[in-house]
């Protein structure tokens, strides 16, 4: 999956090198099950570069419903996002997609957050 993870709410804000905790979330896993696991597994935590933005590692499994958990310190304070419309269909990996941590704010804190 190629995710950038900027600042604000658009690109010109910069890119987001402070991330603190991410995850990756395979929404459409969270009520399945397998031969040998059940629930499975469906939240993954990744890392977001310090100095591009992009969240690591890029290969991540073939998902329809993903969502994304970020965790920035801009500052003093700590804001978590979690934001859902990502996609990993294709072999190849995905298209350029964007994540913009103030979009849609889920909490703000000084003391430090998790996903």
């Known amino acids: 999956m190629n995710i950038t993870v900027y600042k604000g709410t658009k690109t010109s804000e910069g890119v987001l090198t402070t991330v603190t905790s991410a995850a990756l979330i395979n929404a459409g896993c969270k009520s399945a099950s397998a031969q040998n696991q059940s629930p499975l597994e469906y939240s993954h935590e990744v890392k977001v570069s310090t100095t591009t933005g992009v969240m690591e590692p890029k290969y991540q499994p073939y998902m329809t419903e993903a ?19 990502f996609t990993n269909t294709l072999k190849a990996g995905s298209a350029a997609q964007q994540f913009f941590l103030k979009a849609k704010v889920e909490a703000t804190s000084t003391k430090a957050l998790t996903c």
């Open 67 to 85: 969502q994304l958990c970020v965790v920035g310190l801009i500052g003093t304070t700590y804001t978590k996002s979690t934001q859902s419309g």
